[in-house]
């Protein structure tokens, strides 16, 4: 009997950044190993409550010459009840991946979480 390997799904949930760390914050979190910075988040279709997110961030970089506008990627380390949805789909956390956009001006942005399950 041969097994088939089951194909990857993904599933991407966009959420806007309504808060979160400054730019000295941001950075000794992107240094130092095993970090995790906390984000509020809000959900894209009009829910106006704000969830925690914990977040460790692999790369940042530039957005723009300002030196406040900042992209970033990494993954989900710890979420709120509302956002557990995004664990009840994936099989492990490492696979809470995202990208986004932050203003550490504004403390506001935008995160695209993918989901990968096995």
């Not at 959900?43 to 940042?60: A, L, M, P, Q």
């Not at 970033?72 to 995004?86: E, F, K």
């Not at 956390?93 to 096995?118: A, D, E, P």
Request: aromatic share 12%; net charge neutral.
């Amino acid at each position: 009997m041969t097994q088939t390997a089951q194909p990857e799904r993904k599933y991407v949930y966009e959420y806007t950044i309504v808060g979160g760390p400054g730019k000295f914050d941001l950075m000794v979190g992107f240094f130092k190993k095993g970090e995790r910075l906390v984000f509020r988040i809000r959900k894209n279709f009009g829910d106006k409550s704000n969830e925690v997110v914990r977040c460790t961030i692999n790369t940042i970089s530039h957005e723009d010459g300002s030196c406040e506008s900042w992209c970033i990627d990494g993954w989900i380390s710890d979420s709120g009840p509302d956002v557990d949805h995004l664990q009840n789909v994936s099989t492990l956390k490492q696979n809470l991946t995202f990208k986004g956009y932050y203003s550490t001006h504004r403390n506001q942005g935008w995160m695209q979480v993918t989901v990968t399950q096995h």
